[in-house]
């Protein structure tokens, strides 16, 4: 039972341009959500996150948007660059939980 | 960059052999948390530690036993390993609950031929 789903396993780009990456959930429970970005041969790092008491969250190019009715988010990158090329992961918890429920991850890659 | 090695960094094995990662530490944090990254499932979670000597199981802890006796290092073990335990696996780390965001380890690609 997928818990938290993204749904398009890559997205392409073009440098400049908005990347909208979307994730869904269906555990009504879950209260916080964080991204985490990947590049190839490293661990995840922490990117942006949201609690659902918001309903979007800002950081430079990086804006997560939260739907709690449709149990939806997503990530924006504006404007896209190259180095943004790698791989989302979006996340999900409860207060209390202790652990953190990933999605599959989408690749992005951005052309030049 | 949080203070986590894995080690091995990399690890061929064969069927049936047992198998030891490590994750060390420097940060004195509590939380400590095993995943493995497969292709179409994204990250999962094996095991977690929240404290010295305290683990529970995750969503994919079949095949897996984890040992926490000091703060800093966390141990992975597959018993017997198996060809699907083929995957990259990464620890983490965490201050305090799973509302804090996650440091994660460089990872160990584990190969089982």
């Known amino acids: 039972d997928q818990q938290v789903k993204q749904n398009s396993p890559s997205l392409s780009v073009q440098e400049g341009r908005i990347s909208i990456l979307n994730c869904d959930y269906t555990?009504?429970?879950?209260?916080?959500f964080l991204w985490y970005k990947k590049y190839p041969a490293e661990g995840p790092t922490f990117l942006i996150s949201i609690s659902s008491i918001k309903d979007k969250n800002e950081d430079g190019r990086f804006t997560v948007f939260l739907n709690k009715s449709a149990k939806h988010l997503s990530l924006h990158i504006v404007p896209s660059q190259p180095g943004d090329s790698a791989v989302y992961f979006c996340?999900?918890?409860?207060?209390?939980?202790?652990?953190?429920?990933f999605g599959q991850g989408t690749r992005l890659t951005i052309n030049p | 960059d949080a203070g986590i090695t894995q080690s091995p960094r990399h690890k061929v094995t064969e069927t049936g052999t047992p198998v030891t990662l490590r994750c060390h530490q420097t940060?004195?944090?509590?939380?400590m948390y095993w995943y493995r990254q497969d292709p179409g499932h994204g990250l999962r979670l094996i095991h977690y530690?929240?404290?010295?000597?305290?683990?529970d199981k995750g969503e994919v802890s079949d095949g897996y036993s984890v040992s926490r006796s000091k703060t800093e290092d966390f141990l992975l073990t597959l018993e017997s390993a198996t060809s699907s335990q083929t995957s990259v696996y990464f620890c983490?780390?965490?201050?305090?609950?799973?509302?804090?965001?996650?440091?994660f380890g460089s990872g160990t690609q584990l190969s089982v031929l």
């Open positions: 996340a999900a918890t409860f207060q209390g939980a202790q652990k953190l429920v």
């Open positions: 530690s929240y404290g010295v000597k305290d683990t």
């Open positions: 983490a780390i965490s201050e305090s609950t799973a509302n804090e965001k996650l440091f």
């Open positions: 555990n009504s429970m879950f209260d916080y």
């Open positions: 940060e004195n944090h509590r939380y």
